[in-house]
């Protein structure tokens, strides 16, 4: 071109220039991450701000008298099993570096028996979403013990406050789950390989926050009386 | 890649754009790293649940600060290891601290105004 | 034109076509026509909620006004707020961040181009949703910030706080995708060496803005979630009789809400800091402070919100902290100030419309902000909340600040995004029309507030005072309506006969005058790199530019290239050019220019120029729909259980289930389905 | 270029004329001429804040419109020089801003601190509750509770304790001070002394959040009268009005609370019935009346006319034209004219066939329903339906005829036979003649 032909000519049309380097999508990632921070902000802090606020029970650790069978109760969280569930979450987090590693270094050869388990994405993959769907079922047996204990929704502010942040917990790793199940179908199809590593990361990303999201609930929700 | 093309741009995010992404690939922690990093998490997992269980230290004021100082410690740990901010674009570092910053001094604030906490100075 | 030495081939496909039809424009991906539908949408909401606020106004002419009925009343003034705000001036900002951002970082496009378009449907569809109530006599009704328990179902029956909610939510899902889509492009999409200190003022605001958005929406959409849990679901968020809190909901709406004025105000700040120097012809003053100022204001917002609380109690030390935080925002904001006036100072300042009303801004936005400070101050803000002073106090900033910004960026920037000028003569009318109305309907409410006239009352009674205010006020507001018609009349007169006006009318220093009027598909035939802030005035007259580059210290050169450096020509540096554009502008002889305009500049297709452009697509419209039939089928539920609450205990919420569940699979199947297919087509 | 010049001129103008506007008129609810403590606290709050804004306010645009004028463009002016910034301007127009804001902030906060101190012992209580659209007064130092009309002794501090039964409302007399709301599950406090210097006086108070259907009409008057005459005022509000008993004198035992105020001392410096100051009810201006017992069973047709001491109350109620609403009847809601009523018949239908009894008590007899406004002494208000109609026959007539179509919203029903109820759909059930009854017993209630 006439005009100016100077050395940064436009680079090849497939690959996408970005001022920083990094991929939009990772960039969106997280700024999507840091907006959940304020929506998980919100939902934290209106249930401290009703913690014992409630003018009926069930309560969360203190005991309480059911007005119908006018029977005495604890308080209604139930530490041991949320503490496995809790658990579970974190092994997650593992499995999913774990895929992501094992994504990265596809093209690596595996020597070991023990190399070929660490670096099977798929494995982990399913890992990640297995524990994922158990969490999910550890919030549902919570949720009908509840209730069938007399908490619901409407009962009282703590029900209300508890059900709505654990429950957008509960959604998250909900949509995660169906997140990694893409990536795993996918990975079946045709093997994920370090071409696609980002698209794993950033499904990654998300795992691991909704994960950093329930260390905050499990201390402030549970175990701070 | 694509910044390959362009010469090395003084935009400030872009410093070390080369760099921090090479990185990426060479420091890149090995799965061990991961599995001890789960470890610890589990280790300290277990901790704050034991320390629920102990009714003298339950009662004593050091309680919850100390399970707030361990939640914060697996906080830390997850984000900086396993979302590899420790590793990554410094970028993502200030898109994800910076929020999070706002996020909790928001939490305290409106914490206070309700009376939650240092209830004599907020008249709820 | 860079593009005049483009290969020239016969075959039509090779030169750049405007799509054209329905079609095009429901599957557009271009940042730019998405803008332009952003504008027309926007605009025609504007002139919604300013009809609702005539309405106002007469009804509140003379004492007891019997105009419309207090029910009716509460409606307009809510929806009269609300349309501002949501529908109204943010979507205007909205048309300026999918117009400008690419073309003045360099970029081709935004981040996410099916997301953008996304962006626009959802506002389009959430705009409508809310707006349909009135068909329904169920408009909103609680005022725009809808204090609970006023809009819980005990004392809000109706679907007027359903549609409110929802609407809200709708138009949130909408800011956030577009706020996350602009971060991403600001952040990643600038062209080489358009570093961040190089950016154009406006683009620096609106990053700023997406950091707000992103910020603050998710605490609204969280307090309305609260809203509709307690409607539909019977929680108790807001519920009095399980002992809740009413100001919860306030906090939380104003932790929001005060980052939300700032969303409002600073891409009007933007383009003044586009304007005053353009026409001044001199650099923006102190660039660097006001990058900063700008984001500090940024910050301190979120520091502020309890100022909208002071008449709840909330004790003296709270009060003290935020009145002082609130204080603090003047510094930056002055900061601003002054640096615009110091701007113009030693300046050509030249009295194009545009200018006006960048002027304008600056003297008008000053009043606002001062009556700002005098709320700040608590004790003083307890004989000023909810009465007509703060109703002056926010018209000055919203329309005094973010309208005439807003509309001073439409003259500014209309060539650029239709190719032609708008009527100067017409454009100063409806600027002295806007000013001079402005004022004779705002300022009377400094003094009808401090005499006692509280807000949002449907009827005062006579002998209280407020006579002559109060018709003052209106004879405002009939002013100003003919000055909407006026623009009105002048915004689509210029689009079909103005004269052709060529890259850079106004001889303008940012990129995105240096390329074709309107620009073509791609923006840039080649990526320019920047090496300056003011490449075009660096370019066209380096006289000027010699001594003091317009860069940073470290940065070498001033010497820029771009796609095309003899873009624009002797045009350009011209300086009467400005005072009278183009050609005399008689309809037909314009029609003609610009025949001959696109017959000698034709440009070549992407293809032609072998770059990729995104595909277009139907699919993020039918995410869209599939998301408003979702949140149609809640309204429905809402109104089930207001049916079966009436019948005692009968009826079913099936059917809104059932529209709930349609709505769901829509939008994740087309998701998926737009997910999955690429972007471009791979070559 | 003078078009600006010009047109800028006149909008100037045209800012004048405003502001004359603004000054000539007297401003019957303007809170530039405070008559409390905290409103003269805030009001000089205000003069400093008005001054710095309008220091800043000519300056910014002074130094504006110097230079759009003086750096206008010309032809053959030289290109302007590029330049880019100046540090110590930046510095200067930091630093001044930051000045001024002290300047504003220090008494700011004195002030906050002071008013949001606890009230003054002896304090009078008054426990404000908000209803969709009306107020309720309860005097728990006197024991009494009334409606949408306040009676505050002058020169003693009055400790409002704000609560609402329903949605957020806002309590403000802008002549007395600053507003504060009423909120649902909270008990909100504010405090303020009216001048000592007052004499017996009335000021339009207002509900100033926004609440619903009828926020525009939620107001309510503020009457403040000399000490003495407010003890009088409070025995005879504490004293059964039922209609033919007597009313005990004031100062009767057990009339005074045993609080009997110190700060009444205060009010020495005004006799009861001193000059009224500086406000448009000169007419309030006479001699006290003895504190004599009204004759038994006293009925006047209509209340008290504008600044008379009514004999058979013993206090005065003041009247201003400010104070009497003018809000138009709604067309079509007539009255059969002619009808006095006789108030016998009107009591057996208040607690029969009227259906009042539902939700209007009146102390001394066995209306005590909390629903709806205290009417034990309606006769002796001069508005009802909280400050929106004058308390004489016609409006009040037409009030219990069709409630509804006078202030939007209520739940008060449609009483008028022939009429349906908006909400309910439930016909009326009284005649005209009937009502009037009614209204005959209401204005006996003295
Ligand atoms: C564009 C939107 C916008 C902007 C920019 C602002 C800017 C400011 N606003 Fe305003 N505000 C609103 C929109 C906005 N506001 C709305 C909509 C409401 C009402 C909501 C409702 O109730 O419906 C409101 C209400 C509102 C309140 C609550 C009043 C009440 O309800 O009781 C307060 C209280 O502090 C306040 C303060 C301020 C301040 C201090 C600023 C500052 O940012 C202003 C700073 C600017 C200047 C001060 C001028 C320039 C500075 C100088 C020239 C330097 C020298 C100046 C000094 C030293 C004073 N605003
Ligand atoms: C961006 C924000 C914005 C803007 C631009 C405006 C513009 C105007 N507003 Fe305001 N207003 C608010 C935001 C805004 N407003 C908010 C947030 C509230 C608070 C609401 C609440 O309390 O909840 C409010 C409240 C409010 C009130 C107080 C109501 C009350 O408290 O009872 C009043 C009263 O006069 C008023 C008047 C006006 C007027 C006369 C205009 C004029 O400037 C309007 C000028 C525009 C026009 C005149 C349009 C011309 C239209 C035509 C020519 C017809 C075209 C026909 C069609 C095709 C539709 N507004
Ligand atoms: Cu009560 Cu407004
Ligand atoms: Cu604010």
Not at chain 3, 54 to 60: A, F, V
Request: charged share 10%; with cysteine; net charge neutral.
């Amino acid at each position: 071109m006439t005009a100016s032909v100077h050395p940064h000519a436009p680079a090849p049309v497939h690959v996408h220039y970005t001022t920083t380097g990094l991929d939009n999508r990772k960039v969106a990632i997280w700024a999507f991450i840091g907006s959940e921070c304020m929506l998980f902000a919100s939902l934290i802090s209106t249930y401290l701000i009703y913690k014992g606020r409630s003018r009926v029970g069930p309560f969360p650790h203190d005991p309480w008298t059911n007005p119908l069978t006018g029977q005495a109760n604890q308080g209604i969280l139930d530490i041991p099993v949320t503490s496995a569930s809790t658990f579970v979450l974190l092994m997650s987090s593992l499995a999913m570096v774990l895929a992501l590693a094992a994504v990265q270094n596809k093209h690596l050869p595996k020597r070991t028996q023990g190399e070929r388990i660490l670096g099977s994405s798929q494995l982990w993959l399913f890992m990640t979403a297995l524990l994922g769907t158990t969490f999910l079922g550890f919030q549902a047996y919570e949720f009908t013990a509840f209730v069938n204990e007399g908490l619901t929704i409407k009962t009282n502010l703590f029900g209300s406050t508890f059900f709505t942040l654990t429950g957008f917990h509960g959604a998250h790793v909900t949509a995660g789950v169906l997140w990694l199940l893409t990536l795993l179908a996918i990975d079946r199809r045709r093997s994920l390989g370090p071409a696609d590593a980002l698209n794993v990361d950033i499904c990654a990303l998300y795992w691991h926050f909704v994960d950093v999201v329930w260390i905050a609930i499990f201390t402030l929700v549970y175990l701070i009386k | 890649m694509a910044h390959e093309h362009v010469p090395a741009n003084p935009a400030p995010v872009a410093h070390g754009a080369h760099t921090a992404h090479g990185a990426h690939e060479h420091e890149h922690p090995t799965a061990w790293t991961y599995i001890k990093v789960g470890i610890i998490l589990t280790l300290i997992t277990v901790v704050e649940v034991w320390a629920y269980y102990i009714r003298s230290f339950v009662e004593s004021r050091a309680f919850v600060p100390s399970l707030l100082i361990m939640s914060i410690a697996k906080f830390i740990i997850v984000v900086a290891f396993y979302m590899h901010l420790k590793y990554d674009h410094k970028l993502f570092r200030w898109l994800f601290t910076g929020p999070l910053a706002i996020a909790v001094v928001t939490i305290i604030a409106l914490l206070i105004l309700f009376g939650q906490i240092g209830s004599n100075l907020a008249a709820s | 034109m860079a593009t005049a030495t483009a290969p020239i081939h016969a075959t039509a496909h090779y030169y750049h076509e405007e799509p054209t039809g329905v079609m095009s424009w429901l599957t557009t991906v271009d940042h730019k026509r998405i803008g332009v539908l952003y504008l027309y949408t926007s605009l025609f909401f504007f002139l919604v909620g300013g009809l609702e606020a005539l309405i106002i106004r007469e009804q509140l002419n003379g004492p007891n006004g019997t105009l419309v009925s207090a029910e009716t009343y509460n409606q307009l003034f809510t929806m009269h707020g609300t349309t501002m705000i949501f529908l109204g001036i943010m979507p205007l900002s909205a048309a300026f961040f999918n117009f400008l951002i690419p073309l003045q970082i360099g970029a081709r496009d935004v981040a996410f181009p099916r997301l953008n378009a996304f962006s626009y449907w959802v506002f389009l569809l959430g705009g409508i949703f809310m707006n349909v109530s009135w068909l329904f006599a169920a408009a909103p009704d609680a005022g725009w910030f809808g204090y609970a328990p006023l809009t819980t179902r005990t004392y809000s029956p109706g679907l007027n706080i359903d549609f409110w909610a929802i609407g809200l939510q709708i138009l949130g899902i909408s800011s956030l995708a577009a706020a996350f889509n602009f971060l991403t492009t600001i952040i990643n999409m600038r062209a080489p060496g358009m570093n961040l200190m190089r950016m154009p003022m406006f683009t620096w605001m609106s990053f700023v803005v997406q950091f707000l958005l992103v910020l603050a929406f998710p605490v609204i959409t969280i307090a309305l979630v609260f809203l509709q849990f307690d409607r539909l679901f019977g929680t108790n968020f807001y519920s009095m009789a399980a002992g809740a809190d009413p100001l919860l909901w306030q906090h939380l709406f104003w932790v929001f809400g005060h980052p939300e004025v700032y969303i409002l105000i600073l891409p009007a700040f933007g383009l003044v800091s586009e304007i005053l120097p353009t026409f001044s012809r001199k650099p923006l003053f102190g660039y660097p402070v006001m990058v900063y100022s700008g984001i500090v204001i940024g910050f301190l917002g979120f520091a502020v919100w309890a100022h909208h609380m002071f008449a709840v109690g909330m004790g003296p030390i709270p009060d003290t902290v935020f009145a002082l935080t609130t204080m603090l925002i003047a510094i930056p904001t002055g900061v601003k100030i002054f640096n615009w006036i110091a701007t113009m100072h030693g300046g050509a300042v030249r009295f194009t419309t545009a200018m006006l009303f960048g002027i304008g801004l600056v003297g008008l936005f000053t009043i606002g902000g001062i009556s700002g400070i005098m709320h700040s101050s608590p004790p003083a803000d307890l004989q000023q909340t909810d009465t007509y002073f703060i109703v002056a106090h926010f018209h000055y900033v919203l329309f005094g600040g973010s309208m005439m910004g807003i509309f001073g960026g439409i003259y500014f920037y209309f060539p650029k995004m239709f190719g032609r000028m708008m009527n100067e003569t017409l454009g100063k009318v409806h600027f002295w029309l806007m000013f001079i109305g402005m004022n004779l309907t705002f300022f009377p409410m400094h003094f009808a507030g401090m005499y006692g006239m509280p807000r949002r009352i449907y009827r005062y009674d006579a002998g209280q005072g407020f006579e002559v205010f109060n018709m003052m006020s209106t004879w405002g507001s009939r002013m100003l309506a003919v000055g909407m018609l006026v623009f009105i009349y002048n915004f689509f007169r210029s689009k079909m006969a103005g004269p052709v006006a060529g890259n850079d009318p106004w001889g303008a220093p940012t990129l995105e005058w240096s390329i074709p009027s309107p620009p073509p598909d791609y923006n840039f035939a080649q990526l320019p790199t920047v090496t300056s802030r003011y490449p075009l005035w660096d370019l066209k007259a380096p006289q000027l530019t010699r001594e003091v580059p317009h860069t940073r210290e470290g940065d070498k050169t001033t010497h820029v290239e771009f796609a095309g450096a003899d873009a624009g020509d002797a045009k350009l540096s011209s300086t009467d050019r400005t005072r009278q554009p183009v050609a005399a502008s008689t309809g037909t002889s314009a029609r003609t220019a610009a025949r001959q305009d696109w017959e000698e500049n034709r440009l070549p297709s992407a293809k032609a120029l072998g770059i990729p452009m995104p595909l277009s697509t139907i699919k993020p419209l039918i995410v869209a729909i599939g998301i408003i039939i979702m949140f149609t089928g809640m309204l429905l539920r809402s109104h089930e259980i207001a049916q079966i609450q009436a019948a005692g205990g009968e009826g079913s919420t099936m059917p809104s289930v059932i529209v709930i569940l349609i709505g769901a699979f829509t939008l994740v199947g087309s998701l998926y389905w737009w997910l999955l297919t690429p972007l471009e087509e791979h070559h | 270029m003078l078009r600006p010049r010009r047109l800028a001129m006149a909008a100037l103008t045209a800012m004048l004329a405003l502001t004359l506007a603004a000054c000539s008129q007297d401003q019957p609810n303007t809170t530039f001429d405070p008559h409390s403590d905290f409103g003269g606290a805030i009001d000089s709050l205000w003069d400093k804040l008005l001054f710095w804004g309008t220091l800043v306010f000519v300056l910014v645009e002074a130094a504006l419109i110097f230079v759009v004028v003086r750096y206008r463009h010309r032809e053959g002016r030289p290109e302007p020089k590029h330049v880019h910034g100046n540090t110590t301007l930046e510095i200067l127009w930091t630093v001044l801003p930051a000045v001024i804001l002290v300047l504003i902030a220090v008494p700011t906060v004195k002030t906050i601190f002071r008013f949001q101190a606890a009230a003054p012992a002896n304090a009078l209580q008054v426990n404000v509750t908000g209803h969709q659209w009306w107020w309720e007064f309860e005097y728990p130092q006197y024991g009494f509770r009334t409606a949408n009309e306040l009676y505050l002794p002058v020169g003693r501090t009055v400790n409002f304790h704000l609560r609402t039964q329903d949605v957020l409302h806002s309590f403000w007399i802008p002549q007395l001070g600053g507003k504060r709301d009423l909120i649902t599950n909270r008990t909100n406090y504010l405090w303020f002394t009216p001048d000592s210097t007052l004499g017996s006086d009335v000021w339009n108070g207002f509900c100033a959040e926004y609440c619903g259907a009828s926020h525009a009409n939620m107001k309510f008057r503020a009457f403040t009268i000399p000490a003495a005459e407010f003890e009088r005022w409070a025995a005879h509000q504490k004293s059964p009005a039922v209609f033919g008993a007597t009313v005990p004198a004031a100062g009767a035992p057990g009339a005074a609370p045993a609080t009997t105020p110190a700060a009444g001392t205060r009010t020495a410096a005004t006799p009861p019935g001193a000059p009224a100051t500086a406000t448009p009810a000169a007419g309030t201006a006479q001699t006290p009346a003895p504190a004599t017992a009204p004759t038994p069973g006293a009925i006047a047709a209509l209340p008290v006319s504008t600044g008379q001491t009514d004999a058979s109350l013993g206090f005065t109620i003041p009247r201003a034209d400010y104070a009497d609403p003018k809000t138009p009847i709604p067309e079509g809601l007539t009255f059969q004219s002619g009808l006095t009523g006789d108030p016998e018949r009107g009591r057996q239908l208040y607690f029969g066939a009227g259906t009042c009894v539902v939700c209007h008590a009146i102390a001394g007899t066995q209306a005590a329903s909390p629903i709806g406004p205290n009417l034990t002494h309606v006769g002796s208000r001069t508005t009802i339906a909280a400050g929106l109609y004058p308390n004489d026959f016609e409006h009040l007539a037409r009030w219990i005829k069709n409630a509804p179509a006078m202030k939007p919203g209520i739940i008060m029903p449609v009483f008028g036979k022939g009429l349906r109820d908006p909400k309910t759909n439930a016909p009326g059930r009284l005649d005209d003649a009937q009502i009037a009854d009614i209204v005959a017993y209401l204005l006996a209630l003295k």
